[in-house]
């Protein structure tokens, strides 16, 4: 789950200090081209011994500032034009000694010379061995790093290079990247509450089987995702799903219909905005047997019977300023019936899709969505990632916000 123009035009610096998980920046600096980043790299000495600056002006395009006194840069004062010209500096990995170096103000080599001169946003990342990331003075740097205005993104807890087994590897690239795309997204959400629901849910037939559909979650997940980004207090009802926890998300998991009701019902009492990704069987077995059942007939016939319908129910309990969004996956008629839903259900926007292609719907990462509005306005999105569809369905929710005055249950 990735926008492609997440960092657009962004000028990113990226600082690469002598640590084993040096190999891990290029992968860094892939995802932040990939979001649209112009990324320039500055590394120490130490740093080329694990990666050579040459895979990094390969794949950057630019040229690695490695030395100060550097004839190839001619009559340019790197450190001061490479500082002025970036939008966000992210040091990655960072070792004790330039945690250190920062902290203390000291400038001996390209890299912390370079830091000397930013005024742009700041992100530091330690990647070190457990004990020297736990030693009390690399501790007292980072606390003076945060009090000076550096965002410092937590190690993680795992196996290390050395063996040893705690905190100290390097944040995820993944992870670091939502961390600069943070830096730089409006926080039009900030103090609201967001419930998304994302997912399939399960249906048991016998212990082993069970009625569901083919969603992934991912559209759901990314909206959760992006309201994050944008300053809400996100939960997210996940049925199912294979995908890795949004970050600064929490997260409910359920299985069947009738858990996601109880918990998207529970939450969406006190929210501001509650969409409603999910993919929830309308239907489930009226006896699901406590065994499996065996292959003993040559027709098998289950008798079925409707599952709660979330979304009618969160339309009919929607307080004033409440803003309530529903998905329409269909296979034909997309207009009339997405219409039909919103009017039904109570909904100040619906997102629709014709399911079917290999390029969108379910499990696809793409999605060609039409929005659809009460006032009878419709928009039209052309195929794009689910990051960015996400994106652009809570710009909508955020003016309806604004229209109506910002004043939701809390």
Same mark, same amino acid.
């Given at each position: 789950?990735?926008?492609?123009?997440?960092?657009?035009?962004?000028?990113?610096?990226?600082?690469?200090?002598?640590?084993?998980?040096?190999?891990?920046?290029?992968?860094?600096?892939?995802?932040?081209?990939?979001?649209?980043?112009?990324?320039?790299?500055?590394?120490?000495?130490?740093?080329?011994?694990?990666?050579?600056?040459?895979?990094?002006?390969?794949?950057?395009?630019?040229?690695?500032?490695?030395?100060?006194?550097?004839?190839?840069?001619?009559?340019?004062?790197?450190?001061?034009?490479?500082?002025?010209?970036?939008?966000?500096?992210?040091?990655?990995?960072?070792?004790?000694?330039?945690?250190?170096?920062?902290?203390?103000?000291?400038?001996?080599?390209?890299?912390?010379?370079?830091?000397?001169?930013?005024?742009?946003?700041?992100?530091?990342?330690?990647?070190?061995?457990?004990?020297?990331?736990?030693?009390?003075?690399?501790?007292?740097?980072?606390?003076?790093?945060?009090?000076?205005?550096?965002?410092?993104?937590?190690?993680?807890? %795992?196996?290390?290079?050395?063996?040893?087994? &705690? =905190?100290?590897? /390097? @944040? !995820? #690239?993944?992870?670091?990247?939502? *961390?600069? $795309?943070?830096?730089?997204?409006?926080?039009?959400?900030?103090?609201?509450?967001?419930?998304?629901?994302?997912?399939?849910?399960?249906?048991?037939?016998?212990?082993?089987?069970?009625?569901?559909?083919?969603?992934?979650?991912?559209?759901?997940?990314?909206?959760?995702?992006?309201?994050?980004?944008? %300053?809400?207090?996100?939960?997210?009802?996940? &049925? =199912?799903?294979? /995908? @890795? !926890? #949004?970050?600064?998300?929490?997260? *409910?998991? $359920?299985?069947?219909?009738?858990?996601?009701?109880?918990?998207?019902?529970?939450?969406?009492?006190?929210?501001?905005?509650?969409?409603?990704?999910?993919?929830?069987?309308?239907?489930?077995?009226?006896?699901?047997?406590?065994?499996?059942?065996?292959?003993?007939?040559?027709?098998?016939?289950?008798?079925?019977?409707?599952?709660?319908?979330?979304?009618?129910?969160?339309?009919?309990?929607?307080?004033?300023?409440?803003?309530?969004?529903?998905?329409?996956?269909?296979?034909?008629?997309?207009?009339?019936?997405?219409?039909?839903?919103?009017?039904?259900?109570?909904?100040?926007?619906?997102?629709?899709?014709?399911?079917?292609?290999?390029?969108?719907?379910?499990?696809?990462?793409?999605?060609?969505?039409?929005?659809?509005?009460?006032?009878?306005?419709?928009?039209?999105?052309?195929?794009?990632?689910?990051?960015?569809?996400?994106?652009?369905?809570?710009?909508?929710?955020?003016?309806?916000?604004?229209?109506?005055?910002?004043?939701?249950?809390?």
């Amino acid at each position: 789950m990735w926008g492609e123009n997440l960092l657009s035009g962004r000028r990113i610096l990226l600082g690469v200090s002598g640590g084993i998980a040096a190999y891990k920046s290029v992968e860094l600096l892939r995802l932040l081209q990939k979001s649209g980043a112009d990324v320039r790299v500055a590394m120490t000495e130490s740093a080329q011994k694990f990666v050579g600056r040459i895979t990094f002006e390969a794949i950057s395009g630019h040229p690695v500032f490695e030395r100060m006194f550097d004839d190839a840069a001619g009559h340019e004062i790197r450190h001061i034009n490479w500082a002025k010209d970036a939008d966000a500096v992210v040091i990655a990995p960072a070792t004790a000694n330039i945690i250190g170096k920062i902290a203390c103000g000291i400038a001996d080599d390209a890299l912390s010379t370079l830091m000397m001169a930013v005024t742009a946003p700041r992100l530091v990342c330690p990647a070190m061995n457990t004990h020297m990331f736990e030693n009390r003075a690399v501790q007292r740097n980072l606390e003076t790093l945060e009090k000076d205005g550096i965002s410092v993104v937590a190690p993680g807890y %795992g196996e290390l290079a050395c063996k040893t087994t &705690g =905190p100290g590897r /390097l @944040a !995820d #690239p993944q992870e670091i990247a939502w *961390r600069l $795309v943070d830096v730089f997204t409006a926080k039009d959400l900030a103090g609201k509450r967001v419930v998304v629901s994302a997912g399939p849910t399960r249906e048991p037939i016998d212990p082993v089987r069970y009625i569901s559909n083919p969603s992934s979650g991912k559209m759901g997940y990314a909206v959760a995702q992006a309201a994050a980004l944008r %300053g809400g207090d996100v939960v997210l009802v996940s &049925g =199912p799903a294979v /995908l @890795a !926890d #949004p970050l600064g998300v929490r997260v *409910r998991r $359920v299985s069947t219909a009738h858990e996601m009701a109880e918990a998207v019902l529970e939450e969406c009492d006190s929210a501001d905005i509650v969409v409603k990704a999910a993919a929830v069987s309308d239907y489930r077995p009226t006896d699901a047997s406590a065994h499996k059942v065996k292959k003993e007939k040559d027709h098998l016939v289950l008798e079925l019977e409707k599952t709660t319908d979330i979304l009618a129910e969160l339309g009919r309990r929607k307080t004033p300023g409440q803003i309530l969004v529903g998905f329409a996956a269909e296979t034909r008629e997309l207009e009339k019936y997405a219409i039909e839903k919103m009017k039904k259900k109570n909904l100040d926007m619906i997102a629709a899709n014709l399911v079917g292609g290999k390029d969108a719907g379910f499990d696809a990462d793409t999605n060609t969505l039409r929005l659809f509005f009460p006032d009878g306005r419709n928009e039209k999105l052309p195929m794009m990632d689910k990051f960015t569809a996400a994106t652009i369905i809570l710009d909508h929710v955020a003016a309806i916000l604004a229209r109506k005055g910002g004043n939701g249950p809390m």
